[in-house]
């Protein structure tokens, strides 16, 4: 199966700084995911990368997908307390379609 | 509205007690996944049916069951067998079977406790 791992677990940071989260696998990656959850609730989609050295941004998040299509990065300038939450990677194999997860990181902000 | 719909929100089950959550989608999707999320971790595959009548074991299917008679259902039934079945269940839905330009869609997750 696909293995995700995210990085840091969790973390805390002061409005208005940037952060960035960290998904690595130890395939490479078809298609790689980035979900956001509130606590009790389902995912929301936030953005997907399929090709190696993509890059997306959406309002003040960017993710990046590296040349070897096996690390992910979701950055986030400039936080603000809606930014608060779990962010999970995602992503599917090669050669099979289970669409798997990594553990997720829980972000603070704080005023 | 399209979506996915996991009802009920809420579930309390004794122990010794089989109970099923359902799944819904009105997406038109060949793919539907079940995930088990326990506090501070991840979500973790019970299973996956990329098409009606068919299904796979994900990584955590011992103690679970499903079935895929229907496009627009996917329900999963936890049984007895499940050592530890207190956790949140989210349900998800694709184009399928595989993702290619399109997200996973999420249903608002069962909140499983046994009493």
């Known amino acids: 199966s696909q293995e995700l791992e995210q990085s840091p677990q969790s973390l805390i940071v002061q409005e208005g700084k940037n952060l960035t989260i960290n998904c690595t696998s130890s395939?490479?990656?078809?298609?790689l995911y980035w979900y956001k959850q509130k606590y009790g609730e389902g995912l929301i989609f936030l953005m997907m990368?399929?090709?190696?050295?993509e890059e997306k941004s959406h309002e003040k998040i960017t993710a990046k997908l590296d040349e070897k299509k096996q690390q992910s990065s979701l950055h986030i300038t400039a936080s603000q307390p809606s930014h608060a939450g779990i962010y999970l990677c995602g992503a599917e194999g090669l050669n099979d379609y289970k669409l798997s997860f990594g553990a997720g990181t829980t972000v603070t902000v704080r005023a | 509205d399209g979506g996915i719909t996991q009802s009920p929100k809420y579930l309390f089950r004794k122990e010794g007690q089989n109970v099923t959550l359902s799944c819904e989608q009105n997406?038109?999707?060949?793919?539907m996944y079940w995930y088990r999320q326990d506090p501070g971790q991840g979500l973790r595959l019970i299973y996956y049916?990329?098409?009606?009548?068919?299904?796979q074991k994900g990584d955590i299917a011992e103690g679970y069951s499903v079935s895929r008679e229907k496009k627009e259902s996917f329900p999963l039934t936890v049984t007895s067998a499940q050592k530890n079945p207190t956790a949140f269940y989210l349900c998800a839905s694709s184009v399928g079977p595989s993702l290619e330009d399109t997200e996973a869609f999420f249903g608002q997750g069962t909140r499983l406790t046994v009493v």
């Open positions: 990368l399929q090709k190696g050295g």
């Open positions: 395939k490479t990656l078809y298609g």
């Open positions: 049916s990329q098409i009606v009548n068919d299904f």
């Open positions: 997406l038109n999707h060949d793919a």
